[in-house]
């Protein structure tokens, strides 16, 4: 049993370089994709780059002032990070303040830009009929002009699909005379003011009978033609606030831009179905039908049944009471008409939609509405000075303390030293490629608390280093060789460096999952560098120590080497190995 251990022990002695090279080699991977990949340095936080802060106010709505409550702040703030690191900017902070605000942290970065304008939007996506539309500053009342309107982000046009049979905008009818259309349009909203008739049954304030005799509905309607008239989609103030305080129910303005670019106005009935009958939305390049982008949205159940339901309605009608507008927080994003009822239970908005513009839409579609109406207070650019002035001292800090430690290390391990200055070298090389490659791979980026992690780690990288050396001049004080002493001292500090690592993982693991925002940072960077911490003692520490017990300098106990026997205090002669005592032989009387 013992000559097979022996075996072993001896090939594990003789193939240090094996592990050196191993590492070495996934250093040089590392740092060759770092440099193939164009991202050279670790992406930086809001602190140490800038960025943008928006401080965000919760608007309720008309009679609706319990919606700011702590259960709707919540979803929206996590609505809010969801969407903005689905844009794949990293680091930001969404986090409430007080009652009513929110305040959102978006570090500069390549998609910072879209995040901006997505944090704070409501997402409200509504379906409603088309009652009337023209060209903002045209004459007449309707036009039956098939321009399907465009995306708040790129002018996409737009068609609805069902996907078995795609309709097709080019086949509008002609218009009729501006008195027939305007008569059109009055019977419309009145149809549409219909099922408030019967709102009284529930003690609400109905419209009385939709006779059209001079009721209400009818004075509603001629109401809303007037401000029509008078709608001027060119102007943004007017855009931004059109179409604010209507319920869903009733009918309401609406403007958006056609293919052309141009401004589009609309009378728009009551939506028939909106965004929480939406089950899924996601950007697809169609290179089938020559499409391009398009945005996909599949229904649930009963968003299915409803969409089913108005297409059917709308296909009776004449252009452009045959359209429905899909409309995005008060803005028009398409206007398809459709000839006959769509009961596939899936849309597709087609267009002018480039791959970041169709992607906007759908991030949006797919994170869901947020459950409150919020209004920008202040936003506000962050400069990286006051953070590069904390990230300056905190360098000189850590450049403080990496000093004492090679001073240290120097006076009392004296040539062990080399060795340790490598580890720690080794070490520095794989935690800076990782974080560059890991800023694009999964967004990480380097805030001033994580920088803090990474000074921490240099503490628990030296103390494996100690664990071990330690060990192995106990070993030599016993009175071994130094070969021998690297090999036995090695199983047991390896014991002490897991458990210690392990307790360091753990508390960084604990941290990142009950902390938010630069904590997680922090964390991150100490789990990461502890893990780098077993590797580099493995694979590099332990194969050079035994590469270099093979030297003169340090096998036969140089008083600059730090195994000194003399200096340890073991007494010659040093043996290499334990030998079991001699059996004891009696003898026969």
């Known amino acids: 049993m013992a000559t097979p251990k022996k075996g072993r022990n001896a090939s594990a002695q003789s193939k240090p370089g094996r592990s050196l090279a191993l590492i070495l080699i996934?250093?040089?991977?590392?740092?060759?994709?770092?440099?193939?990949?164009?991202?050279?340095?670790?992406?930086?936080?809001?602190?140490?780059?800038?960025?943008?802060?928006?401080?965000?106010?919760?608007?309720?709505?008309?009679?609706?002032?319990?919606?700011?409550?702590?259960?709707?702040?919540?979803?929206?703030?996590?609505?809010?990070?969801?969407?903005?690191?689905?844009?794949g900017v990293s680091e930001s902070e969404v986090q409430t303040q007080?009652?009513?605000?929110?305040?959102?942290?978006?570090?500069?970065?390549?998609?910072?830009?879209?995040?901006?304008?997505?944090?704070?939007?409501?997402?409200?996506?509504?379906?409603?009929?088309?009652?009337?539309?023209e060209i903002a500053g045209g004459q007449g009342t309707a036009s039956p002009s098939p321009s399907p309107t465009g995306s708040p982000t790129d002018k996409p046009s737009g068609k609805a699909t069902d996907k078995p049979e795609a309709t097709d905008k080019g086949s509008a009818s002609p218009s009729a005379s501006p008195t027939t259309q305007g008569r059109a349009v009055t019977d419309a909203l009145k149809a549409d003011a219909t099922p408030s008739a019967s709102a009284s049954d529930k003690g609400d304030k109905a419209s009385p009978s939709p006779s059209g005799s001079g009721g209400t509905a009818e004075g509603d309607a001629n109401a809303l033609q007037a401000k029509y008239a008078k709608l001027d989609c060119t102007d943004e103030k007017t855009r931004s606030s059109v179409g604010d305080g209507v319920?869903?129910?009733?009918?309401?303005?609406?403007?958006?831009k056609n293919a052309q670019g141009q401004w589009q106005k609309y009378i728009l009935g009551p939506a028939e179905v909106d965004g929480t009958d939406v089950d899924k939305a996601q950007a697809v390049l169609n290179t089938q039908t020559g499409a391009g982008w398009t945005v996909t949205m599949d229904f649930t159940d009963a968003g299915a049944k409803k969409f089913a339901d108005i297409t059917g309605k709308l296909?009776?009608?004449?252009?452009?009471?045959?359209?429905?507008?899909?409309?995005?927080?008060?803005?028009?994003?398409?206007?398809?008409?459709?000839?006959?009822?769509?009961?596939?239970?899936?849309?597709?908005?087609?267009g002018n939609f480039n791959q970041q513009s169709a992607q906007d839409?759908?991030?949006?579609?797919?994170?869901?509405?947020?459950?409150?109406?919020?209004?920008?207070?202040?936003?506000?650019?962050?400069?990286?000075?006051?953070?590069?002035?904390?990230?300056?001292?905190?360098?000189?800090?850590?450049?403080?303390?990496?000093?004492?430690?090679?001073?240290?290390?120097?006076?009392?391990?004296?040539?062990?030293?080399?060795?340790?200055?490598l580890?720690?070298?080794?070490?520095?090389?794989?935690?800076?490629?990782?974080?560059?490659?890991?800023?694009?791979?999964?967004?990480?980026?380097?805030?001033?608390?994580?920088?803090?992690?990474?000074?921490?780690?240099?503490?628990?990288?030296?103390?494996?280093?100690?664990?071990?050396?330690?060990?192995?001049?106990?070993?030599?004080?016993?009175?071994?060789?130094?070969?021998?002493?690297?090999?036995?001292?090695?199983?047991?500090?390896?014991?002490?460096?897991?458990?210690?690592?392990?307790?360091?993982?753990?508390?960084?693991?604990?941290?990142?999952?009950v902390t938010v925002g630069k904590v997680?940072?922090?964390?991150?960077?100490?789990?990461?560098?502890?893990?780098?911490d077993v590797v580099v003692v493995f694979l590099f520490t332990k194969p050079l120590l035994t590469l270099m017990a093979r030297r003169p300098f340090f096998a036969n106990g140089h008083k600059w080497s730090g195994l000194d026997p003399k200096s340890l205090g073991a007494q010659p002669p040093l043996r290499r190995t334990r030998r079991p005592s001699a059996p004891v032989e009696t003898k026969e009387a």
């Open 520 to 532: 997680q940072g922090f964390a991150f960077t100490l789990g990461l560098t502890t893990l780098l």
């Open 26 to 87: 996934a250093i040089a991977a590392l740092t060759g994709g770092m440099f193939a990949s164009g991202h050279t340095k670790p992406r930086l936080g809001i602190d140490l780059a800038g960025g943008t802060s928006i401080t965000l106010r919760a608007v309720p709505e008309a009679g609706n002032e319990a919606a700011i409550n702590k259960t709707n702040m919540d979803t929206a703030v996590s609505i809010m990070e969801r969407r903005v690191n689905g844009l």
């Open 247 to 256: 319920k869903a129910s009733e009918p309401t303005l609406a403007c958006g």
């Open 423 to 513: 580890s720690l070298l080794v070490s520095a090389a794989l935690t800076y490629t990782l974080m560059s490659l890991l800023g694009p791979a999964i967004g990480f980026a380097l805030n001033l608390p994580a920088v803090c992690g990474a000074i921490v780690a240099i503490g628990i990288t030296a103390d494996s280093f100690i664990v071990y050396f330690e060990r192995v001049r106990d070993e030599i004080r016993e009175g071994r060789s130094l070969r021998p002493a690297v090999e036995r001292a090695w199983p047991r500090a390896r014991r002490t460096i897991l458990v210690s690592d392990f307790v360091s993982f753990l508390a960084a693991a604990v941290l990142f999952i």
């Open 98 to 133: 007080g009652r009513e605000n929110i305040i959102v942290n978006i570090p500069k970065g390549t998609n910072s830009e879209q995040a901006r304008k997505q944090v704070g939007t409501t997402a409200k996506l509504y379906f409603r009929p088309v009652i009337a539309t």
């Open 361 to 421: 839409l759908s991030n949006m579609l797919s994170y869901g509405a947020l459950p409150l109406t919020f209004k920008v207070d202040s936003m506000t650019t962050v400069t990286a000075a006051l953070g590069g002035d904390q990230l300056h001292a905190g360098l000189i800090a850590g450049a403080i303390g990496l000093a004492l430690v090679v001073i240290y290390l120097l006076a009392y391990y004296r040539g062990l030293s080399f060795i340790a200055i």
């Open 315 to 350: 296909a009776q009608n004449q252009s452009p009471q045959n359209q429905f507008a899909i409309v995005l927080d008060g803005e028009v994003v398409s206007d398809p008409y459709v000839k006959q009822a769509l009961t596939g239970g899936n849309a597709e908005i087609s």
